[in-house]
């Protein structure tokens, strides 16, 4: 027998996840797999940059999960610093070239099966100046360690972050640790636009409390550079703000040119639409995965670009289940995402009201004040828990959490309700753990679902 052959492109989480999973399920006899990856590593932790940068985690290699040579002493025939450069469809064939070697010209592989795991590729506006040394996206192992070097060789101690979102809040903590005095650059009216901005506010307080400063509402029009020709200043519209190092985080858009070049069914937002076992549509064995393909979201109903790894590890299990053999789905998700900025910890999940009011829902809201403790237990810490509502029906619609240590993972069990379907009734009678040291009697997340009642009631008369 013939072994059939599935080749993936990308390895990383996605990628990776599928590949190693088919080949937990069929063993070389009946799978040959072949993964391309242009990039110099495999599996790797892109969530824990942000904390190498910081010094929290010490080594690069801490964040490898596993090698290349580990992925083909598994029998996985990997080539690395090989960009696939064309999906031909028809012919069940991509053709690739050797990054190292040049002269080596192109080679077509043919597939039986074929997953796409491109990822993301950050967002990098054509400014002035922006390719000027100093200047450093977050997105790969490289651009981590070229930072680093970076701080290394600067003798200046200021830092702008462009952009407020989850990776740009991260960032400006790990510059903190590293000494750094920070202005995040933010065009938004408040950071983490993933939250409303009521929520968001509560994320800028905090962070000029830390002593950020916080600067939104603001477009970064260029990097001016000095005369050594590294970056010297981000400028806006009307201020300059002094640099001696500048990080991106403006935002991530799906890595999809190869599919759109071969004629594969793309979103609104740019990424590969598939149906609930990751399969692209109507393409029966080509199937994609992680953060180049949109997902369906379980509370809208409509289908978002939303890049990141929880998921791109699961679809990739799904995959490499269904190429494998076996059964697997990945039904959508509710949109839960946490991070931190030193100790405040946000958290959201569900929808924010313009996502609400977009899916023409009628809703509302209530934001509570409680603690992450008993009042009187040592080390008691305020928390902010934002919920929405649906009116009438009162099913739970979403949840935003700002608050210090405890708050983040909170959000887990908003989320387990919300893909429950559960009604915000339903969640005050939730069986949460509670002793002193870990939440007030009523926990936070309850206190909002009580009130949210009440709510909902006033509401519909
Ligand atoms: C700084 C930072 C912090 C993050 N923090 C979190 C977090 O806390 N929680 C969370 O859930 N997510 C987080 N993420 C997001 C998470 O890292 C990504 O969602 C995840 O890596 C996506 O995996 P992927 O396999 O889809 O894509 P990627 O990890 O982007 O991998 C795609 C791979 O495909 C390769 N590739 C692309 N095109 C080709 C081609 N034509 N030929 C060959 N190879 C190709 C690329 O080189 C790349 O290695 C973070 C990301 C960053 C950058």
Redesign the pocket.
């Known amino acids: 027998m013939t072994a059939e052959r599935l080749v993936v ?9 599928a590949a190693s999973q088919a080949r937990r399920l069929r063993g070389p006899d009946e799978l040959e797999i072949v993964a ?4 110099r ?2 599996s ?7 904390y190498w940068v910081g010094g929290q985690v010490g080594e690069r290699d801490e964040l490898i999960a596993r090698s290349p040579e580990e992925h083909r002493a598994r029998g996985i025939d990997l080539r690395m610093r ?4 064309e999906i031909d469809v028809e012919g069940r064939r991509v053709r ?1 070239r050797d990054l190292d070697d040049e002269g080596s010209g192109e080679t077509w592989t043919s597939y039986d099966k074929l997953v796409i ?6 967002v990098r506006p054509a400014l002035p100046g922006i390719d000027a040394p100093g200047v450093h ?4 192992l490289g ?2 360690q070229a930072l680093l070097d970076s701080l290394r060789g600067t003798r200046g101690r200021r830092a702008v972050v462009v952009g407020a979102g ?2 740009g809040v ?2 400006a903590e790990a510059l903190i640790h590293r000494g750094y005095e920070v202005t995040v650059v933010n065009r938004g009216a408040e950071p983490m636009s993933t939250l409303d901005a009521d929520m968001g506010r509560l994320v800028h307080e905090a962070m000029t409390g830390m002593g950020i400063t916080m600067v939104d509402d603001t477009e970064v029009t260029k990097i001016l550079t000095g005369d050594d020709g590294r970056v010297r200043a981000v400028a806006a519209e009307d201020a300059e703000y002094p640099a001696d190092v500048v990080v991106l ?1 403006i935002g ?1 858009r799906p ?1 999809t ?2 599919a759109r070049d071969a004629g594969l069914p793309l979103g609104e937002h740019g990424g590969l639409l598939t149906d609930l076992a990751m399969r692209v549509r109507g393409h029966e064995d080509v199937w994609a ?5 949109e997902v369906r979201d379980l509370v809208s109903g409509t289908f978002r670009h939303i ?7 699961k ?2 299990q799904v995959i490499g289940s269904n190429v494998g053999g076996g059964y697997a789905t990945f039904p959508g998700v509710v949109g839960t ?3 931190k900025v030193c100790d405040l910890e946000i958290a959201r999940t569900g929808l924010r009201e313009k996502d609400a009011r977009r899916a023409g829902l009628r809703y509302v809201t209530v934001t509570i004040e409680s603690t992450s403790r008993a009042g009187y237990y040592p080390g008691a810490a305020p928390m902010t828990v934002k919920m929405l509502a649906e009116r009438r029906t009162g099913r739970l619609l979403g949840v935003q959490i700002v608050g210090r240590e405890g708050a983040a993972k909170r959000v887990d069990v908003a989320a387990v309700a919300l893909t429950a379907g559960m009604t915000v009734e339903q969640m005050t009678a939730l069986d949460l753990g509670y002793a002193p040291p870990f939440s007030p009697v009523w926990d936070p997340v309850l206190v909002a679902a009580r009130k949210a009642v009440a709510a909902v009631r006033a509401a519909t008369g």
């Open positions: 492109i990308g390895g990383d989480a996605a990628g990776m996840s391309f990856e242009r990039g590593f495999t790797y932790s892109a969530c824990g940059i942000p090989t960009e696939v450069v690739s795991a491109t990822g993301a590729r950050p996206g977050v997105q790969t651009d981590g989850y990776i991260e960032m985080g991530v890595e040119a190869l995965g992680g953060d180049c393909v890049a990141l790894g929880t998921h791109a590890n679809h990739g995402a946490v991070s």
